[in-house]
């Protein structure tokens, strides 16, 4: 299983990545008020999504209607079901973006 490493010291920050064999932007945001993080996605500059939450065991644009977005999965998961929700404290060291393809 593929995960996407998250550089949390440099949030916000974006970073050039290939889903599904195209290519995109994802740029990373972090609340520190409330403890959680969101994601934007871009695809030649164009944005497909703004503010897209980051929730424990649920898939990314989940419910979103786009041609344009990837054609993977991508699932926050903590791999030993310990974790109740995602944190600054957790992501990237028991919480992991994972990268699911279908084919």
């Given at each position: 299983m593929n995960y996407i490493d998250i550089e949390k010291?440099?949030?916000p920050y974006?970073?050039?990545i290939d889903l599904g064999e195209e290519?995109?932007?994802?740029?990373?945001?972090?609340?520190?008020?409330?403890d959680f993080f969101t994601v934007d996605l871009y695809k030649n500059d164009k944005p497909l999504v703004y503010g897209e939450k980051l929730i424990?065991?649920?898939?990314?644009?989940?419910?979103l209607v786009?041609?344009?977005?990837?054609?993977?999965?991508?699932?926050?998961k903590d791999r030993s079901s310990m974790e109740k929700r995602i944190t600054y404290a957790?992501?990237?060291e028991t919480v992991y973006l994972y990268v699911f393809d279908p084919e």
């Open positions: 010291d440099e949030i974006s970073f050039e290519e995109f932007t994802i740029e990373m945001h972090y609340n520190g008020r409330f424990l065991d649920r898939p990314l644009f989940d419910g786009n041609i344009e977005l990837p054609k993977v999965t991508i699932i926050p957790n992501l990237n």
